[in-house]
């Protein structure tokens, strides 16, 4: 009697044994991308970022980067351990690109300039669409671009805002003056989908699959195609885009740095922009 009792209750001990053990391992999985990308790692990357010539001097940590990531956990996390190091390489390559205050002759080279500045120069506005109701500008405000990814456009705040818990259409400011809400806007800007645009994450993972339009359009996976979801308009289908080749320079040198192959398909020359 004591014997057959025993069993059963082995069985479920064993099985939560191994279920707390399962859990713990994906934890771990997901948890831990400064495995990926340590803090020496990260300052070889942006080795200017810091200078006093960058606006940006002091901003962008690698603390604040790692706890950005930790509200995104399946950036960085997805994949093979390749895949996961080529979509961070391509994530910082981007953000360098439209951060860089790098120059053809600069010291280290010009991908050595990534995350310089924090806010746009000079807009030329404030970037108001005065036609969305639903993420109405707010008076006297700039929706120019800020951070990592130069967010811009009230459109844009409004829902970053909300994802994020800030109010980005009253305080558009605060993604130039606070360095975790910065890299978070990035890192929620690479994580979701804008149909018709898939998410940068996606397509670095192998989640992508391209619609007809995409087909006709020669959008293939790739970091080309993250270029033109995040600025095809302006520099994708024209071959040899100065600024196309400014995001790969960055790219081919991180991903060196974290030793893994680019991938295919690293320009957007005879891509039709979204």
């Not at 300052?43 to 990531?69: E, G, M, V």
């Not at 981007?94 to 991908?111: C, K, L, M, N």
């Amino acid at each position: 009697m004591e014997s057959s009792s025993l069993i059963p209750f082995s069985l479920i001990f064993c099985s939560i044994l191994l279920s707390f053990a399962s859990n713990g391992i994906e934890a771990r999985r997901l948890q831990y991308i400064s495995h990926l990308i340590s803090e020496d790692l990260f300052d070889s990357i942006f080795l200017h970022k810091d200078d006093n010539a960058c606006p940006a001097r002091n901003f962008y940590t690698y603390d604040s980067f790692i706890q950005a990531t930790e509200v995104f956990p399946l950036f960085g996390n997805t994949g093979n351990l390749d895949t996961r190091k080529r979509e961070i390489a391509a994530f910082l390559a981007q953000i360098s690109h439209e951060t860089t205050g790098g120059w053809a002759t600069a010291p280290d080279g010009p991908y050595a300039w990534g995350l310089c500045f924090k806010e746009e120069m000079n807009p030329p506005s404030i970037y108001c669409d005065s036609t969305n109701t639903q993420w109405p500008c707010y008076p006297g405000k700039s929706y120019k671009g800020r951070g990592p990814i130069q967010l811009s456009w009230n459109y844009n705040y409004g829902p970053a805002g909300k994802a994020l818990g800030f109010d980005g259409l009253r305080n558009p400011e605060i993604v130039a003056n606070n360095s975790l809400i910065a890299f978070e806007t990035a890192i929620r800007f690479w994580m979701t989908e804008q149909k018709p645009k898939p998410s940068c994450h996606d397509v670095l993972v192998g989640k992508y699959v391209p619609t007809e339009a995409d087909l006709a359009g020669n959008r293939t996976a790739g970091y080309g195609l993250v270029t033109n979801i995040i600025n095809g308009r302006l520099e994708c289908g024209r071959p040899n885009d100065t600024r196309v080749n400014d995001r790969i320079g960055f790219f081919k040198r991180y991903a060196q740095l974290f030793n893994v192959d680019t991938g295919p398909n690293l320009d957007c020359d005879n891509q039709k922009p979204f």
